[in-house]
């Protein structure tokens, strides 16, 4: 018996098909851009097992075009509405290979992008040994009437990670991809695909979870994320019918993950998301918007208090009483609210780094006990804050000596260790109840309100303790990790929380989504950063996006201004000897907080980012990046040895409109105004960017109501 049905919210309706002999397929989406259509029935669940099924139906190495995933056939559905927003169960079940698959859909309000995960059930009474399980898997898609499909027409834009190599974004034509092969005359599919892969615990260490495929004579562009802060893969290829996606955790293939289900057991894949829009701008304000409704309730992402953090480029791990108690009026001057005060803090041996995991103020450091220091950051109307790495243990340090071996990831009963740190495992209560206790105690002794945390080793797959495999243990790990984090905001209500992971390691959306705001990199050229600022929104909200500004007092007006500029559009994040600071330096440093203060920070909650000159190349030699909200625009950029030029900054929607435009920062004598005119007609901000090395300005354009 074939069928349809329907479910969506107020702002998009999926159209589900479904047969007898076919599983379950998306097969139409429709909003206010239109209808699009799925001529190309790809099933939205595939599964791989050792012992069920026939693998793969034809030869490839994809995760799509499974035989478990072709049996699957519609039981039933189940529409609700919740306090997240409307939801959907698709029931499945494979009566040939013994097992059910229940796909989950969640909308949240007035949002057009969902989240799927798939949990699957072992029915039979042999086990289940699962290898791969999609969270997604959907056709590109086409607008065509006639059902014609474009797959030429499609660019795919992804991100390229590395520490200090944050944020670069490249867009590849498919076809350039998956070359035309004319498959065609042998009559199947191709084989091949074009995957992307992270493994271990730097979720973002190597590539982004996040992608966009466009296709701008077709009017179509899907943005997706797999939401999850440890192994994943995703993949984009060709069909003969039309072009696919496929978005995954952790598999066998890539990551050695198995699970084995006894009779009735469950397995629940890791969310993904995914939207389809008109456009890369649409997509991208859907999944913005998307990120802010689904951010964890118990943490305040509104406030965006101005941080002020004595690592980069400044102490670089080395806090003492004498070196902090000259920085902390000087920043509070500046107009930080949160003194952050990072690594080392907890060593006496002048070597932070293997000696993590107690957690216990160094009396070295601090003759007179670390209360003095957290005492003047109180004085100075700041939230204090600490450095932790709450997820390792460094082989010197004695709590190594005192946990058991279970509490720590382990390879066949052994301590696994990397670069002098052991993994605790935050999937026994152990390990629970002993971070708790640090929490607590520096809450409670010092009156902490901010903490960060990083993370900063790369262990490999995960631990074979209580686990099917080392994928399997960490992800176990990477959940119970996440709950903990919920957990810290439940117990102390208004706690701030910064993830770093050796900076932009884990940008995840398990990760931001959960924290106030993320670290971006640890880069510390200010010449680079540009681009890392400009690519943060993409993986993370604006008001998130912790860029670094540590302007120097031996760079010139223009390198102080382009230094700190590289934090202006995102969560105020301020480095350096401010102590060191001319009185001119220093007003440019209170000119910059001023100006995030009354007009960055009322609006950037309620912002779309978008970016004047596309996203930007690692070696581009102008910059652009931009916020839209309400009647404002808020546009950076940075010329990076330009030999100068006109460039033109197009603002989305903003054509028609007329508007005043005016420099927001730098705004002293000595630091020129850049030429620049409004085209209304068009939506475009022309700006003369000058002949210089490094020189960075921030425009705002007010738009007429």
């Given at each position: ?6 479910w ?7 159209r589900?098909?479904y047969?007898?002999d ?5 097969n139409?989406?429709e ?19 050792a ?8 030869c ?11 049996s ?13 927003g409307d939801e959907?169960?698709i029931?499945m ?6 097992f059910?698959a ?7 309000r ?24 999609t969270?997604?898997?959907?056709s590109?898609?086409?607008r ?6 474009d ?6 834009l ?5 520490w ?14 998956c ?25 973002t ?5 996040i ?10 562009a ?6 999850h ?12 019918a ?10 066998y ?33 859907e999944l913005?918007?998307?990120r802010?409704?689904?951010h ?7 406030t965006n ?19 902090l ?9 500046a ?17 932070w ?8 103020p ?43 071996d ?9 301590r ?25 105690r520096?809450?409670d002794e010092?009156g ?9 080793v ?13 994928g399997d243990g960490l ?11 919920k ?5 102390h209500p208004?706690?701030?929380l ?17 924290f106030?705001?993320?670290s ?10 540009p681009?890392?600022t ?8 604006p008001?998130q ?28 994040f ?10 001119r ?13 009354n ?15 596309g996203?930007?190349?690692?070696t581009?030699?102008v910059?652009?990046?931009?916020l ?9 950029v940075?010329?990076?040895n330009?030999?100068?030029?006109e ?11 007329a508007?005043e435009?005016?420099t927001?920062y730098?705004?002293?004598?000595g630091?020129?105004?850049?030429a620049?005119r ?7 901000l022309?700006?003369?960017v000058?002949a210089?090395?490094?020189v960075?300005?921030t ?5 007429a109501?």
């Amino acid at each position: 018996m074939a069928g349809t049905f329907t479910w969506g919210n107020d702002a998009v309706t999926l159209r589900f098909a479904y047969a007898d002999d076919k599983p379950v397929v998306i097969n139409g989406i429709e909003d206010r851009n239109g209808a699009v259509a799925f001529p190309h029935e790809q099933p939205f669940v595939e599964v791989l097992a050792a012992g069920r099924g026939t693998g793969h139906w034809i030869c490839n190495h994809r995760l799509t075009q499974t035989s478990l995933g072709q049996s699957l056939r519609y039981r039933s559905s189940n529409a609700t509405s919740t306090d997240l927003g409307d939801e959907l169960d698709i029931v499945m079940a494979s009566d040939e290979y013994g097992f059910t698959a229940t796909a989950h859909f969640l909308l949240p309000r007035g949002c057009r992008m969902f989240r799927t995960t798939v949990t699957i059930a072992n029915t039979a009474d042999t086990p289940l040994v699962l290898e791969s399980a999609t969270s997604f898997a959907a056709s590109f898609g086409t607008r065509d009437p006639d059902g014609g499909t474009d797959f030429d027409g499609w660019n795919l834009l992804q991100c390229d990670t590395d520490w200090l190599g944050e944020g670069r974004w490249h867009e590849t034509p498919m076809r350039e991809l998956c070359p035309f092969l004319n498959q065609q005359m042998v009559g199947r599919d191709p084989q091949g695909t074009h995957e992307v892969i992270s493994e271990g615990t730097f979720s973002t260490g190597t590539a982004l979870p996040i992608g966009v495929l466009r296709n701008v004579r077709g009017g179509l562009a899907w943005a997706f994320q797999v939401e999850h802060n440890g192994a994943w893969r995703w993949e984009a290829g060709e069909d003969n019918a039309d072009g696919y996606f496929a978005l995954s955790g952790p598999d066998y293939r890539d990551h050695g993950w198995t699970v084995s289900l006894d009779k009735g057991e469950t397995f629940t894949t890791v969310p993904a998301s995914a939207v389809l829009g008109k456009d890369f701008d649409d997509a991208i304000a859907e999944l913005t918007a998307y990120r802010r409704a689904m951010h964890n309730p118990d943490d305040d992402i509104v406030t965006n208090k101005v941080v002020f953090n004595d690592y980069m480029n400044t102490l670089n791990g080395d806090p003492t009483t004498d070196k902090l108690l000259p920085l902390i009026p000087r920043a509070a001057e500046a107009g930080a609210e949160i003194f952050c005060v990072d690594a080392g803090w907890y060593d006496d041996t002048g070597y932070w780094w293997p000696s993590v995991g107690e957690w216990k103020p160094s009396t070295v450091r601090f003759p007179n006990g670390l209360g003095e220091v957290i005492d003047a950051i109180h004085a100075n109307g700041m939230v204090p804050g600490l450095w932790l790495e709450p997820e390792v243990v460094g082989v010197e340090s004695p709590v190594a000596e005192q946990l058991p071996d279970e509490a720590f990831f382990l390879n066949h009963g052994q301590r696994v260790v990397e670069q002098q740190r052991y993994l605790l495992d935050f999937r026994n209560p152990i390990v629970i109840d002993h971070m708790n206790a640090i929490v607590d105690r520096l809450i409670d002794e010092f009156g902490v309100g901010y903490f960060k945390f990083d993370y900063n080793v790369m262990p490999g797959p995960g631990t074979t303790r209580d686990a099917d495999s080392a994928g399997d243990g960490l992800l176990g790990h990477n959940r119970a990790y996440t709950e903990w984090i919920k957990g810290l905001y439940r117990r102390h209500p208004g706690l701030i929380l910064e993830n770093c992971s050796s900076g932009g390691m884990r940008t995840d959306f398990a990760q931001s989504s959960n924290f106030q705001l993320l670290s971006t990199s640890d880069q510390q050229d200010f010449r680079l950063y540009p681009v890392i600022t400009a690519a943060a929104p993409m993986s993370m909200l604006p008001e998130q996006a912790g860029n670094w500004a540590y302007p120097e007092r031996s760079m010139n007006d223009e390198e102080f201004t382009f230094a700190i500029t590289n934090s202006l559009l995102g969560r105020f994040f301020l480095s350096g000897y401010v102590n060191r600071f001319s009185d001119r330096q220093m007003v440019l440093v209170e000119d910059a907080v001023e100006a995030y203060k009354n007009v960055v920070r009322p609006v950037i909650t309620r912002s779309v980012p978008f970016w004047p000159l596309g996203l930007a190349g690692w070696t581009d030699d102008v910059v652009s990046t931009g916020l839209r909200a309400d009647d404002t625009a808020l546009i950076s950029v940075w010329s990076r040895n330009c030999a100068g030029r006109e460039v033109e900054l197009v603002v989305p929607e903003a054509a028609g409109r007329a508007a005043e435009v005016t420099t927001l920062y730098p705004v002293r004598d000595g630091l020129p105004e850049w030429a620049s005119r409004w085209d209304a007609t068009t939506g475009t901000l022309h700006v003369t960017v000058p002949a210089s090395e490094y020189v960075a300005r921030t425009f705002r354009v007010a738009f007429a109501r």
